[in-house]
């Protein structure tokens, strides 16, 4: 049965079984986070994104060829049973939903997020036998946890600007689509931690007409702790599984993504004054936010997705920076580690350190793991991790903004929906099976050392808000 998905009251008498269970929580990292069967959670209140525009049914248009080399990863990630026609030769209203994560808005929305993301059986593992326990365990984490979380969002403005970038990438896509020729078609935004909930936003889907609908989660890399935990938030509404649909579990690998990424780094390179990066030479740090190493252990291919991104991303930028004279090298680093166990290392803080000490002092920072502005890249990199760095000697830090609503990246999301539509479907519980289209999931060598040329320097562009850079993206978009 689901788990109500809302910060509770609970009786006094539950909180001793809570302090006993997390007075055990840091001598026993097996049991804090341990691989077992997913957990459903039930979500609240919608708050539906947009209204459908109603039009001619299920016209694609030839224009939405992928851009992309690679095969869809749709096509590849099956599974032996009776296979769906692609959803392009299904009728009738398209919905394309994205599923993320969500963040609280406000300050006061903080604890009730936290709870629910502690309530997530795939955030905080538990055996099975003790699954009884989760809704206590996220209750005293969640308060336990709330007052230096609140501190951290308050120094970003009061709230998380996760679902006005998510609300606007989805407005942009459907745009595109619709320009494409399909003419029928309503994005929509789905959440797991925060209205609008994607299992009440699934059945808005369902009310507005929606006859096939393909799902996009808004993290390149599949992780079990984000991309599968959301999927399967779509599982408890049963009434989503009889709409034909497809997943598009993992999408790092498509070109557009890492030309987008690439053109932001080499933005940033530029903007280092050209005798310093020559003399010097320049680091890209690649910051992707980790997850317990257990996760990785049993199964979970986001390290290895994490590296394989990173060489493409670092070899388009190699390609792209003309000329030799400017030594540039790379690294991946792992942030964001909560609670007792080991995360996925290096840490992004100790590699910092790591890199002055070697000699470092042009620091480029890309964060890598999520597709838009949030806590981790606006308190965690913009404030902690720059204070580190310039402590540490580092004399020309850039911040490679979140990929936002840059328009190569939103053409991408476009062709991605429009390759998902030409694909044999991907249903979601294939996609809940992390070893899901292992020809995609490869280990390649990181941190390769590559040499690139200089261009004239230019003042790097920081994160400037959420309104004025959606103007600023929307203009483009337009032009
Ligand atoms: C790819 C992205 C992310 C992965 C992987 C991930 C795993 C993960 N996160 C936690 C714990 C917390 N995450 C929190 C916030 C948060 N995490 C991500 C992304 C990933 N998490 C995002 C986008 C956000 C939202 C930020 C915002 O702007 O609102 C938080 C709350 C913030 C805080 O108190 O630090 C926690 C806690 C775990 C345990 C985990 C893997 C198991
Ligand atoms: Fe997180």
Known sequence: ??????HPRLRPAFLPACVLFLGLFPFSPALSFRLHDSKLLDGSRLRPQRRGVRGVRGVEAPELTALSSEVSPS????????????????????GVLFLNLGGPLNLEGVEPFLYNLFADGEIIRL????????????????????????????????????????????????????????????????????????????????????????????????????????????????????????????????????????????????????????????????????????????????????????????EKVQRSVPSSRMPLSHSLSFQSRVGPVTWLQPYTDDEIKKLAEEGVRNLIVVPISFVSEHLETLEEIDQEYREVAEEAGIRHWRR??????????????????????????????????????????????SAL?????????????????????MEEREMSLQR
């Not at 990630?77 to 009728?91: A, F, I, K, M």
């Open 1 to 6: 049965m689901p788990t109500k998905c809302h």
């Open 75 to 94: 096509s590849r990630c099956t599974s032996s049973g009776v296979r769906s026609p692609p959803l392009s030769e299904v009728e009738g209203k398209l």
């Open 127 to 314: 055996p099975k036998g003790l699954k009884w326990l989760q809704p206590l365990i996220a209750f005293v984490i969640s308060k336990a946890r709330a007052p230096s979380s609140r501190e951290k969002y308050a120094a970003i403005g009061g709230g998380s600007p996760i679902l006005e970038y998510t609300t606007q990438q989805a407005a942009a896509v459907e745009r595109l689509l619709k320009s494409r020729g399909i003419r029928d078609v309503e994005a929509f935004v789905g959440m797991r931690y925060a209205e609008p909930f994607a299992e009440s936003v699934v059945k808005e889907m369902l009310q507005s007409g929606v006859k096939r609908a393909v799902v996009v989660p808004l993290y390149p890399h599949y992780s079990i702790s984000t991309s599968k935990s959301a999927l399967l938030s779509l599982m408890s509404e049963r009434s989503f599984l009889g709409l034909p649909h497809t997943v598009v579990p993992h999408w790092y690998q498509r070109e557009g993504f890492v030309e987008a990424v690439q053109g932001l780094i080499k933005k940033e390179i530029l903007s280092i004054p050209r005798e310093a990066r020559e003399k010097e030479g320049v680091h890209v740090l690649f910051t992707a936010h980790g997850v317990p190493e257990s996760y990785i252990e049993e199964g979970d291919p986001y390290k290895d997705q994490m590296e394989h991104s990173v060489a493409l991303i670092a």
């Open 400 to 445: 490679v903004p979140a990929l936002n609503l840059d328009p190569r990246f939103l053409r991408d999301l476009a062709d991605l929906v429009g390759d998902a539509l030409q694909s044999v479907p991907v249903r979601v519980e294939e996609a809940l099976d992390s070893s899901c289209c292992p020809a995609l999931v490869r280990s390649v060598e």
């Open 449 to 469: 050392g590559f040499e690139v040329g200089g261009g004239e320097g230019k003042k790097g562009g920081r994160v400037v808000g959420v309104q004025k850079e």
